[in-house]
């Protein structure tokens, strides 16, 4: 049963990553879709979406409009007007390279391509040039009369080098900063001359807000495109187009050239009651078989409202949000039924072997191969992979140490099994609710790691914290045995009858080896090791030394109880001196990622790179790791070895 549990978990898993990037594919290519012309008139409101897909025109309005208004679900009705509104003028700067490869057909292609992208452009749009060989020269700005460019292109001559790069450059400054813009690019090969470098055009590119496109009139033999060529286009929001003829780059610069959408216009009644002179518009369109989400605020007005954010266009991309959940839910209770739904006589057998463990001959022998954690083929499986993988990796018994001190009764494979397992459930989940897989596995990977070492490390700190805490009352109890007449053993014993925490259960331990045979200095040293406590080593010590040279131990053990008393409070002493340093190290440390999540959450258009782009999840990763060597610094300036 928890085989099938686990594959139909694997699967719902496997469906939710396929989702996210389905959605992720479709939020790339959902356009330039905006809402504009909010009016309101006796209590309607009436906007226009434009940017649309031309499609099969009005036919392509399919299915219900949905429509909220502030969180209200408003009656909407949507049409396709007959008579489309006039779009704003485009501008578009054409990049002709002319360097000594481009000489003869490739040039004339350039010419004719050129042409056609010129008789196809509305008249209203503004068109330059720019041609570039050893170096870019701006042969008509956007404002030059159509018949300047015309002139331009026909005298252009193909010599010299490539600056594709500068030519980029100076086209985006050509352009300005208003409007619709775009640069069409038209060139043979990479950049050979350009003062500019690729990383600097890119980030030009990307800071101009306009649109590149680059048509390779000559393409690599492979089909494959030109790194430089595809980086310029997708830092411009555009793409490459590859044209091997004069008809294909033609054809490619006329479908440039016409402005190929579609408005619609919608009409809804307001909420009653509505008196905010600003709004939410939350609309669902469903548009030629794939639905539009746009999401913005504007004022209820006449005029022209702002360009709205657009979701990433929805479609059928729930189910697979859904379907992921559904794996992330159902990966986290197959962890509970592994290792906390244990069968009754597994949590019998365990039970017998605490009582066994006491008076073992290491208090904590090897588990039962019959262990709940490995009921089923699965778990077994992974359990024996993990196995392989400690073993190897020679991390068993500093593990199996550091388990032992936090009281954590897990075999080192179990734990390392453990490990993974929250580490995918983390990548899962950040990757569902960031919506970015890449983001999910830089920021849960971390966590599969950190989080149970931490865990580890709290509960030992906690545990050695109870222990110190503990020791001078054990050793006073010890002492008044001594001195009524008990023997060491029975004194200690008394510490295990009338005590409680870890101190009794390492007592405890320690009584159970000596009864075994092992000398009872030995079993309290090797309760020092596991605990990693310096007083216990001087109770140890003191032990030996009267056994060796004689004289009242009842004294000693009372003088060594005053002296951890002594140093206790010392620590805690030095802990409220350093506690404002303390806590300036856990304030810097926690302001980064907390000011990053309220930017995350308040601005995700501004923070949102850092977990979409490449980059982003670069330097992301790079202030982890300077945020934790920070930690680290701060942690060894505040803490005071005693």
Known sequence: ??????????LLGLLGWLGQAS??????????????DVTVQDGRVRFLVTGLDRG???AALTGTVKLRVDGYSV???????????????????LVIDTSGSMAGPLLDEAKAAAGSFLDAAPEGDRIGLVAFADRPVLLAPPTAPRAVVRDAVRGLSAAGQTSLYDAVDLALTALGTEGDRQVLVMSDGPDTVSALNLPGLLNRTQAGDARVDVVSVRPAADGATDPQQAAIAQAGGGQVFRAQSAGEASQVFRDQAAQDSTTVAVDAALPPGLTASTARLQLTLPWGGRTVEIDTTTPLAAGTAPVGEIAPEAGESWPWLAAGLAGVFGAVALIVVALVAVPRSVRDRRRVQKLVARYG???RGPASPSNGLRDGALREGALELAERVVARRGIGERLAARLD??????????????????????TAVLGLLLGSPSAGIVLGAPVGWLGP???LSVRASRRLAAFGTDLPDALQLVASGLSSGYSLPQALDSVVRLGDGPIAVEVGRALAQSRLGTPVEDALEQVADRMDSVDFRWVVMAIRVQREVGGNLADVLLQVAETIRERAWLRRHVKALSAEGRLSGVILAALPPVIGGYMYLVRPEYAGALVTEPLGLVMLAAGAVMLVIGMIAMNKIAKVEL
């Open 405 to 426: 001190r936090a009281a954590v009764a897990w075999r080192p494979n179990e734990w390392l099994l453990l490990c993974v397992a929250v580490g995918l459930a983390a």
């Open 23 to 36: 959605a992720t594919a479709q939020e790339a290519d959902r356009g330039d879709v905006a809402l504009t």
């Open 453 to 455: 070492r931490l865990f």
């Open 1 to 10: 049963m928890r085989g099938r549990i686990a594959a139909i978990s694997l």
């Open 75 to 93: 009656a909407a009705q949507a049409a396709v007007p007959e008579v489309q509104p006039e779009l704003a003028p485009r501008t578009t700067m």
């Open 361 to 363: 001959a290491e208090g």
């Open 56 to 58: 099969s025109g009005a």
